[in-house]
């Protein structure tokens, strides 16, 4: 079994970026600047997007946090969205979702600038990123790619089975997974809730990617020997630590990882990719802006 170190590899990108940055900086160009929103104070958000903040003073980008209350309306957000679009300083902003209940997520998806929708969750990008064209890709999906092509796991012609169609995992991981080219080509199955006989379908694959949110819900029954699994689930279960909660994938690691051939920790797997490839979408965002 081979582990997919997210960990190690973030580190192995944030390296590149910082070399990147460092020579924008020799040449006395400008440096990708990301902006974050975060409406109300949800733990697990505002952990996510203090670590985001970090990675950018890390890799030399500057980086703007802007924080609003949790009775935040939709206009007054549409309002600071609109000034984000408009500020020339700012290569790419994301919205931190999920967003209170009083505000229409899709709405505001909509009206983020797609050249500075790093997040790449604009219909527009989509639509480019679902026909093959340059875009930006969203940071999860794009940070398992990146995973599978850095430990040169074979995707051509495998029979790749994707838990959950969210629009920001699921449903792009299996756009991606059959588009041509590496990672890539191979036959996708994208299974969810109304799926029929799950276990049969999983038991086929030659890859596995879950995006569920339901602890330890792949059993090693579930798969093959030598499948390749990629955890993409993130949940908080409650247990008796200082913290009072430790965090666990979809995947019951200690009994799928004897039969799997490569495996993502959580933690340590895709959580850490994702905010390297946000950055990769920044450092992206800005050089596209330069060109033009």
Do not use: W
């Not at 299996?174 to 588009?179: D, K």
């Not at 879950?210 to 699994?229: F, H, Q, R, S």
Request: proline share 5%; aromatic share 4%.
């Amino acid at each position: 079994m081979n582990l997919l170190d997210g960990k190690k590899v973030s580190e192995e990108i944030k390296n590149e970026i910082a070399a990147e940055v460092a020579r924008m900086k020799e040449n006395n160009e400008k440096v990708p600047h990301l902006a974050a929103i975060i409406v109300g104070n949800d733990g697990a958000s505002l952990t996510y997007v203090g670590s985001k903040v970090k990675s950018c003073e890390r890799v030399g980008f500057e980086s703007t946090l802007v924080k609003m209350p949790s009775t935040t309306s939709e206009t007054e957000l549409l309002k600071k969205i609109k000034e984000l679009n408009e500020d020339d300083n700012i290569d790419g902003f994301i919205v931190q979702l999920p967003l209170p209940e009083q505000i229409d997520t899709q709405k505001i998806i909509m009206t983020i600038d797609p050249s500075k929708d790093v997040d790449g969750f604009h219909p527009e990008n989509f639509g480019k990123m679902a026909l093959d064209m340059t875009t930006f890709i969203p940071a999860t999906p794009f940070g398992i790619l990146e995973l599978l092509e850095r430990y040169n796991v074979e995707t051509k012609g495998k029979h790749t089975v994707v838990i959950g169609r969210s629009h920001i995992v699921g449903r792009p991981m299996s756009i991606l997974m059959g588009r041509k080219g590496f990672p890539g080509n191979s036959t996708v199955t994208l299974t969810h809730s109304h799926t029929k006989n799950i276990n049969q379908i999983t038991s086929q694959a030659d890859i596995i990617i879950t995006a569920l949110g339901v602890p330890n819900y792949l059993k090693a029954e579930m798969i093959k020997d030598d499948a390749v699994i990629i955890d993409v689930g993130i949940t908080r279960v409650p247990d008796d630590s200082e913290k009072g909660y430790k965090i666990t994938g979809d995947v019951d690691f200690e009994n799928v990882s004897k039969k799997a051939s490569f495996i993502t920790p959580v933690p340590g797997g895709v959580g850490p990719m994702t905010i390297a490839m946000l950055l990769k979408n920044t450092l992206l965002a800005r050089e596209q802006k330069r060109n033009k």
